[in-house]
């Protein structure tokens, strides 16, 4: 399974190599890239782990999702 991120952009700070490196660590997770153009982090993992704890550790490693504010 994918789960797909929308990375909030902060002044000078992108997602890294690092960072997948990171994620990797995470039981469940075997894949992951960046698109560094559009900020989107495309997790490849199973089921071990879920999307809510990709993104507690993504915002332990200090980058936070965007939310759509245009949602009606």
Same mark, same amino acid.
């Given at each position: 399974m994918y789960s #797909?991120?929308i990375?909030?952009?902060?002044?000078?700070m992108t997602?890294?190599n690092q960072?997948l490196?990171q994620?990797?660590?995470?039981q469940g997770?075997?894949?992951?890239?960046?698109?560094?153009?559009?900020?989107?982090v495309?997790?490849?993992?199973?089921d071990?782990?879920?999307?809510e704890?990709?993104?507690q550790?993504l915002?332990?490693?200090?980058?936070?999702e #965007?939310t759509n504010n245009?949602?009606?």
């Open positions: #797909e991120f990375i909030k952009k902060n002044e000078g997602c890294t960072t490196k994620l990797g660590t995470l997770v075997f894949g992951a890239e960046i698109d560094r153009i559009s900020g989107n495309l997790v490849s993992h199973t071990e782990v879920n999307r704890q990709i993104k550790e915002e332990k490693l200090g980058y936070f #965007e245009n949602e009606l």
